[in-house]
């Protein structure tokens, strides 16, 4: 069975400080890793995807295999980074996604 | 492209009503997936549509929910006899026919059950 795992609710950060959000993942095929994100009274948009190893707004994660994990990393949080962040777990292709129950992070000037 | 639209925004009905949303995917796309968020939860998968067709509703409670997405108008999810734990943040999203296409959501639709 496919299960997403955020073990942080909230996240608290001064501003410039590096942040991690961690996101573990358990699937037996090939997973596909996505990070959603969620800013306040928006909807819910995609943030990165690990097929793609791209930065946006600062952000990378790595998928590791071994430990099974996507975490999410920035090496200077913003006040803007405030927002709540759901890692998903996808097989691959226009399937259902599974979503992790989310982390809010709350930076602090 | 206007978006994922949903609506309305907000539903409030009583105990043992019927529930209606509406979801209208971003133009052409034909993937339909409907989610759950309950209070202080993640999003919950429910169930995943093409058009006419349901291809996996595996998250669907058994009773009194069901969906379609007909040939042509928005999908709807209908929920029969609400009770107060239908309360939730009903979200769609959609994605076009390619493979390993992101979902793109609406805004979601808040259900309350009094």
């Known amino acids: 069975a496919q299960r997403v795992t955020q073990p942080e609710k909230l996240l608290s950060v001064f501003k410039g400080a590096p942040v991690e959000l961690k996101c573990n993942y358990s699937y037996s095929g090939s997973p596909e890793l996505f990070w959603y994100v969620q800013y306040s009274r928006q909807r819910l948009q995609l943030l990165l995807r690990?097929?793609s190893r791209e930065s946006i707004k600062g952000f990378t994660a790595d998928l590791n295999k071994g430990e099974t994990s996507f975490h999410l990393k920035k090496p200077f949080a913003q006040e803007e980074d405030s927002a709540m962040y759901y890692c998903a777990l996808g097989p691959g292709g226009y399937q259902k996604v599974t979503f992790g129950t989310g982390t809010k992070l709350q930076v602090i000037p | 492209n206007a978006g994922v639209m949903q609506n309305p925004r907000h539903l409030v009905r009583r105990r043992g009503q019927e529930a209606r949303l509406r979801c209208s995917p971003m133009?052409?796309?034909?993937?339909v997936y409907w989610y759950r968020q309950l209070p202080e939860e993640g999003l919950k998968f429910m169930v995943y549509?093409?058009?006419?067709?349901?291809?996996?509703e595996s998250g669907m409670p058994k009773e009194r929910f069901s969906a379609e997405f007909p040939k042509e108008g928005p999908s709807i999810l209908r929920i029969q006899q609400v009770v107060r734990g239908d309360s939730a943040a009903y979200f769609c999203?959609?994605?076009?026919?390619?493979?390993?296409?992101?979902?793109?959501f609406g805004p979601g639709t808040r259900l309350t059950v009094t």
């Open positions: 999203a959609s994605s076009p026919p390619i493979t390993g296409s992101e979902q793109y």
């Open positions: 690990h097929i």
């Open positions: 133009k052409g796309h034909s993937h």
């Open positions: 549509l093409q058009k006419e067709n349901i291809i996996d």
